[in-house]
T-cell receptor, first 113, second 111 residues
């Protein structure tokens, strides 16, 4: 009865490196969402994907950030040339249908040094 | 976009007390969910409640969509209830299907 699985749990990158965050949704869920949480703040929506499609990326920074949810395999959030301001917790959530209850993973804590 | 305000921002209670957390939103919604983020950072979905009332053990929630607010009730608080409670809404006006989160209520239950 696996929930949303995110890995790695913690990720340390130096400025300029690339960060790849992975998310496997609940089995059978085809809707995936990525959120970012800065310390002491709520979650900010980044992107909404279904299999092989980006539905809404209005919360995603225009540069350096990209996301995919391929037909096979986990969803990937990719951050190129990371900067210190990218340090945050990144949460993935999935749902069976777009408006149903969201199930969150435990997050990936990214630290950029 | 839609604005979400939660109150109070911080709440400290003794074990056994009851509490009411409020979420106000600025536009019509067709999706409202309450989450608990525990001290380890895990986010747990408590309720999907775009309207009406639901109960789950010591927790219950009520959403009055026409008046644009939702309430989360916690009865007989336990130390494990500590953490941050988030309200998140989806707007009926279209736009992102991603929910908009409030800043949360930070709840501390003291033994």
């Amino acid at each position: 009865n696996a929930g949303v699985m995110q890995n790695p749990r913690h990720l340390v990158r130096r400025r300029g490196q690339e960060a790849r965050l992975r998310c496997s949704p609940v089995k059978g869920h085809s809707h995936v969402y990525w959120y970012r949480q800065l310390p002491e703040e709520g979650l900010k929506f980044m992107v909404y994907l279904q299999k092989e499609n980006i539905i809404d990326e209005s919360g995603m920074p225009k540069e350096r950030f990209s996301a995919e949810f391929p037909k096979e395999g986990p969803s990937i959030l990719r951050i190129q040339q990371v900067v210190r301001g990218d340090s945050a917790a990144y949460f993935c959530a999935s749902s069976l249908q777009g408006f149903e209850s969201l199930h969150f993973g435990n997050g990936t804590r990214l630290t950029v040094t | 976009g839609i604005q979400v305000e939660q109150s109070p921002p911080d709440l400290i209670l003794q074990e056994g007390a009851n509490s009411t957390l409020r979420c106000n939103f600025s536009d019509s919604v067709n999706n409202l969910q309450w989450f608990h983020q525990n001290p380890w950072g895990q986010l747990i979905n408590l309720f999907y409640i775009p309207s009406g009332t639901k109960q789950n053990g010591r927790l219950s929630a009520t959403t009055v969509a026409t008046e644009r607010y939702s309430l989360l009730y916690i009865s007989s608080s336990q130390t494990t209830d500590s953490g941050v409670y988030f309200c998140a809404v989806g707007s009926s006006g279209g736009g992102a299907d991603g929910l908009t989160f409030g800043k949360g209520t930070h709840l501390i239950i003291q033994p």
